[in-house]
Structures are given as C-alpha cells and as structure tokens.
C-alpha cells in the first residue's frame, strides 16, 4: 500500500513521465490480477482505463503501449475497429456503440506520480 486518499487504499502505476505526453501505456495486471490497466496523458492529466473492450473483454492493444488511434484522439479497439473517447471511455462507434470502458480513478501526486486504487484491475 503507498497511501490512502479518503480511505480507498492506493498503489503507485508509473510516475508521469514514463507516459510519453499525448500517448498511452498499458500496465500488466496487479499480483494476483488478471487484467491488464492502460494509461492516457495529455500533459499533467492522466486518464487510466481496464484494458478490456466492453464488447467480448479482449485487451484493445494490438502490441504493447498502442491504445490510441492514429491521430492519437481516441482509444480504439484492434479487434474490433470500436473507438472510444479518452475522457470518459464512452464508446462512439463499433460493435459496443453506447457503452464505455472500464474507468479507474486515478491522480498524480506531487512527487509526479500516478496513483490508482490498490485494487484496480483484480
């Protein structure tokens, strides 16, 4: 456990800057997990998703870190050609129009350090 933010428990995903600005990265599961996360980040914000299409759960990355279309505008899905809005993982066209990926809460601390809830993914 790295710290606790209103009582929910936290553990430290990356610090900012291993995500390159205006990019994504995908995280493997926690221990004990079996699902990856991925994250956004367009300058200090940072985005953090599941990594599982809300279609059939397959992981949206195609290879490792490439979440993004190529105009790097929306997550989109390799299986499925469904494409996702970055703030809010609401899907706006493909098989699962209508529904949204899975969000984790996420911040970065003052030491630039990206924090999620400890169980995020499991």
């Known amino acids: 456990m790295e710290g606790q933010v209103s009582g929910v428990p936290e553990r430290v995903l990356c610090v900012l800057s291993d995500i390159p600005d205006g990019n994504s990265k995908g995280f493997p599961p926690a221990p004990g997990g079996f699902t990856g996360l991925f994250a956004i980040r367009r300058g200090d914000q940072v985005w953090v998703y599941v990594n599982s299409c809300p279609h059939i759960g397959v ?49 970065v601390d003052g030491e630039g350090r990206v924090l999620v809830p400890e169980d995020a993914g499991l």
């Not at 390799?78 to 911040?107: I, K, M, N, Q, W």
């Open 59 to 107: 992981p949206l990355d195609p290879v490792p870190d490439r979440f993004l279309d190529a105009k790097r505008e929306h997550v989109l899905c390799s299986t499925h050609g469904a494409r996702f809005r970055v703030e809010d993982g609401f899907c706006t066209t493909g098989p699962c129009y209508g529904e949204s990926l899975e969000a984790v809460p996420a911040r």
